[in-house]
């Protein structure tokens, strides 16, 4: 779970430094820089699971242009701070698993753009580390509120020494792996083209692999509707992909687990109930393997007993779907970021969509004694949508649930300098005193007045 994240040096972010909840989402206009958050949080992840070069190249546009545009120029370094809060139980591909001693973990890596030779220019990871927050600076544990239940099975503070750090020894910058659970290692800094986090491949060093499978499953969802309509091979993963392009294949191994004599369709039923109150009409879903081709296909049964296929399904109703097996899926874990989940679905029903995107996320205020300890799972949601907002405030305007920001974009003019730059701003609204949290702006005591709120949810009636 990402609990906290500062940006600086990459693309319209300056010195941006946020806290999120389990479920928060970030509203603006267009070019405000919600989707470049986004990117951030894709880029960590990809630092995590790739080298520098096919990280920055499954970004949207040029590596260049991810620098973040200054009066002078691009800037050299992007800095990235994301504090964390891991799985206390980690297993590796091998089968090997271990409990953590500590799981509030800040990870720090710096970027920077370098000549390696007269004009070639490399990204190379310029600075790592990775530190234990302890129990007396975890402000983010603190604010939330969690119970006592969750605080015993999620919440470790026995490490104090960092597990990663950069140092500066004779030879020049080094990357110190240090000692947890066996002894540590050195690696130079000089040229590093990957993040020592991308060489941490199974549990030898526990708490970074742990902080390495939890960014590696931070994923940007880009549901691609010519996609999700699609026949899909018999060979597909059945974990759903950031495109949606096997969703047939996710929704068959569903079925096919969960299914029984009384229920054919398992939780397929439960899905086609949730799809009818979000777009209604649907009366039943199927996926099944078609034996002549060897692909999934989704088949939908109307009210009136038509059936339909994936192919003549609208966008709206497949992106919905594709979220709705998300909800039901039980191996989901991690971060989800998510663009404007209201696109498809008729305003009158954003409300309840909110609802239950609400509840696909784990909460620490009602996680009682008994519940299982499953994986965490966190909710980053963008949209532009004041009927969105309307189904996340209370009567006083204050979030009802997680965080809500307003995103826009502000001036900054140095003094002595006659040069003006744009950067992303992010401000929060109200918090419910349930929740509690405080963002670290850096801007301190910049908060969405609620006059601000008042005028984003009079344009409710515009939105049809």
Known sequence: MLTRLEIDGFKSFERLDITLSPFTVVLGSNAAGKSNLFDAVQLLSNLATRDVAEAVKEMRGEPLELFRQTTSGHSKQIHFVAEVLVDPTVRDPWGTEVRLSHTRIRYEVTLERRETKAGIERIQVASESATPIMRKDDTWAESLHPTKAFRQAYLKYARQKPWLTTDQVDEGLSFSVHQDGKQGRNRPASAAEASVLYSITNAEFPHLFALREEMRHWRLLQLDPALLRRPVPATAADVLDANGSNLAAVLAQMKAETATPERPSGVLADIAFEL????????????????ASREYRIDLTMRDGLPFSSRVVSDGTLRVLALLTLLHDPRHRGLICFEEPENGVHPGRIHQLVQRLREMVMVPQSFEI??????????????????????????????????????????????????????TRLRSVRQHPQWGLISAEAEPGQQVSDLEVRKVLETVGGEG
């Open 276 to 291: 009818n109150s979000l777009i209604p009409g649907i009366a039943k879903l199927d996926a099944r393997l078609n034996e």
């Open 370 to 423: 008994g519940d299982a300890v499953v994986p965490l799972s966190q909710l980053l949601l963008n949209s532009h949508s004041p009927v969105v907002l309307s189904a996340l405030l209370d009567k006083e305007l204050r979030a009802r649930h997680g965080t809500i920001f307003f995103a826009d974009v502000a001036s900054v003019i140095d003094p002595g300098c006659t040069g003006v730059r744009r950067k």
